[in-house]
């Protein structure tokens, strides 16, 4: 008996870091991130600044709790290599214990190569080192922007010309030291792949301890991108799931380029594929109309629904494109888009997609209900724009 216990109780012991992981991403992740506003001009200051607004203006509330230093924080290594930041950041540490008194957390960037894109230093050859660094820092979540390591992919490819995975199989292994190391510290750090898609990260993301895993390169903020990447995205939904979720980048919505209607194609699209949604705006600027797409509840809860599927094409023609999103208690998410430069009508047989028999529809961005409908439902989509409804019994 005693035998029994003392091992059930080191099952259980051993158990509890990897549920803890398990916990890390189970929707997907919701936070803010510097590069898309501040890129490579970020300071502490803008960071603090991020997470003081994140807090006013009742994103945090809404779900948005990351708060995501990218690229451009690091310094040099010492002697014993460890990692100093640069004059922009005096204090890693300090900063991290702010975000946290706020109820957020923190977030940072590295690379598996010896340089980041910015040209900053890289993890290389020192993952367990800053992983330990990272977690003394009180650090919650970490991107692994590829950067540098594709020229030691073109090496591995050019000396090993007959094997056709030599490059995908080191940068695997990169990517999961990183990950091991992270595990290694028994801190729950949410592991974020910034790798743009290559070799199919989706395939093979969850092997090496990833939550999240791009799947495309970057976007920038006009329209063409985004529903470049956004549309781009059909199919892929089988490999997300609780823990481990397709990222087709961080948001634009409020950095100035788009119209309100394509920021709401913007966000509607980013919902219905179960996205991670990070803003990546200034938060001390945000308008109306960006509060209102950035914090639209139900909106949110599209993205964050407890079955944790994404969203697919259910069909494109021409200029319109149908997506659908399966929710919990039977309930489906249906985005009707517009890509034309007019206003058109968009329609979707509610027999198609499982209610034959009629159905309630709720207008996510009008927040009104529509009442029973059955057969054909068609709405008339502004030019680049979106209806998104929840269809239930
Ligand atoms: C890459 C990433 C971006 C950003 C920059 C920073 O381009 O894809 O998201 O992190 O690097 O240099």
Same mark, same amino acid.
């Given at each position: 008996?005693?035998?029994?216990?003392?091992?059930?109780?080191?099952?259980?012991?051993?158990?509890?870091?990897?549920?803890?992981?398990?916990?890390?991403?189970?929707?997907?992740?919701?936070?803010?991130?510097?590069?898309?506003?501040?890129?490579?001009?970020?300071?502490?200051?803008?960071? $603090? *600044?991020?997470?003081?607004?994140?807090?006013?203006?009742?994103?945090?509330?809404?779900?948005?709790?990351?708060?995501?230093?990218?690229?451009?924080?690091?310094?040099?290594?010492?002697?014993?290599?460890?990692?100093?930041?640069?004059?922009?950041?005096?204090?890693?540490?300090?900063?991290?214990?702010?975000?946290?008194?706020?109820?957020?957390?923190?977030?940072?960037?590295?690379?598996?190569?010896?340089?980041?894109?910015?040209?900053?230093?890289?993890?290389?050859?020192?993952?367990?080192?800053?992983?330990?660094?990272?977690?003394?820092?009180?650090?919650?979540?970490?991107?692994?922007?590829?950067?540098?390591?594709?020229?030691?992919?073109?090496?591995?490819?050019?000396?090993?010309?007959?094997?056709?995975?030599?490059?995908?199989?080191?940068?695997?292994?990169?990517? $999961?030291?990183?990950?091991?190391?992270?595990?290694?510290?028994?801190?729950?750090?949410?592991?974020?792949?910034?790798?743009?898609?290559?070799?199919?990260?989706? $395939?093979?993301?969850?092997?090496?301890?990833?939550?999240?895993?791009?799947?495309?390169?970057?976007?920038?903020?006009?329209?063409?991108?985004?529903?470049?990447? *956004?549309?781009?995205?059909?199919?892929?939904?089988?490999?997300?799931?609780?823990?481990?979720?397709?990222?087709?980048?961080?948001?634009?919505?409020?950095?100035?380029?788009?119209?309100?209607?394509?920021?709401?194609?913007?966000?509607?699209?980013?919902?219905?594929?179960?996205?991670?949604?990070?803003?990546?705006?200034?938060?001390?600027?945000?308008?109306?109309?960006?509060?209102?797409?950035?914090?639209?509840?139900?909106?949110?809860?599209?993205?964050?629904?407890?079955?944790?599927?994404?969203?697919?094409?259910?069909?494109?023609?021409?200029?319109?494109?149908?997506?659908?999103?399966?929710?919990?208690?039977?309930?489906?998410?249906? *985005?009707?888009?517009? $890509?034309?430069?007019?206003?058109?009508?968009?329609?979707?047989?509610?027999?198609?997609?499982?209610?034959?028999?009629?159905?309630?529809?709720?207008?996510?961005?009008?927040?009104?209900?529509?009442?029973?409908?059955?057969?054909?439902?068609?709405?008339?989509?502004?030019?680049?724009?979106?209806?998104?409804?929840?269809?239930?019994?």
């Amino acid at each position: 008996m005693r035998t029994l216990a003392a091992l059930s109780f080191t099952l259980l012991l051993s158990a509890v870091p990897a549920l803890s992981q398990v916990t890390v991403g189970a929707t997907p992740p919701m936070g803010w991130n510097s590069w898309n506003h501040f890129a490579g001009r970020v300071t502490d200051a803008d960071v $603090r *600044g991020a997470a003081d607004m994140l807090v006013a203006t009742g994103m945090r509330d809404a779900g948005y709790t990351y708060v995501n230093v990218d690229d451009t924080w690091e310094g040099k290594r010492d002697s014993q290599g460890l990692l100093h930041t640069n004059e922009r950041f005096p204090d890693m540490k300090a900063l991290g214990d702010y975000i946290h008194s706020k109820g957020l957390k923190f977030g940072i960037y590295s690379s598996p190569g010896a340089k980041t894109c910015g040209g900053f230093e890289g993890s290389l050859g020192h993952e367990a080192q800053d992983a330990k660094m990272y977690a003394e820092w009180g650090v919650d979540y970490l991107k692994y922007d590829l950067c540098s390591f594709q020229d030691d992919m073109r090496k591995v490819k050019a000396e090993h010309p007959n094997e056709s995975d030599a490059a995908k199989n080191l940068m695997i292994v990169a990517y $999961r030291k990183m990950g091991d190391a992270l595990k290694a510290t028994g801190r729950p750090i949410l592991y974020s792949l910034c790798q743009y898609g290559v070799d199919q990260p989706w $395939r093979w993301g969850p092997g090496v301890g990833a939550q999240m895993w791009r799947t495309t390169d970057d976007i920038d903020d006009s329209y063409g991108r985004m529903i470049a990447i *956004g549309f781009s995205q059909a199919g892929l939904a089988k490999y997300a799931g609780p823990g481990h979720w397709n990222d087709p980048d961080m948001l634009e919505i409020g950095n100035g380029k788009m119209t309100e209607e394509e920021y709401r194609t913007h966000m509607s699209l980013w919902v219905l594929l179960a996205a991670p949604l990070i803003a990546g705006n200034d938060l001390s600027k945000m308008n109306e109309a960006d509060k209102n797409l950035l914090m639209n509840k139900e909106a949110i809860a599209i993205d964050q629904d407890a079955l944790g599927k994404q969203g697919d094409r259910l069909y494109q023609s021409g200029d319109f494109d149908v997506w659908t999103k399966p929710l919990s208690d039977g309930r489906i998410a249906v *985005g009707l888009f517009n $890509r034309s430069w007019d206003n058109r009508e968009v329609s979707v047989d509610l027999a198609e997609i499982g209610f034959r028999n009629g159905a309630r529809l709720r207008d996510v961005w009008k927040q009104k209900d529509l009442g029973q409908q059955s057969g054909v439902f068609t709405d008339t989509i502004p030019k680049h724009g979106v209806t998104l409804l929840i269809v239930s019994k």
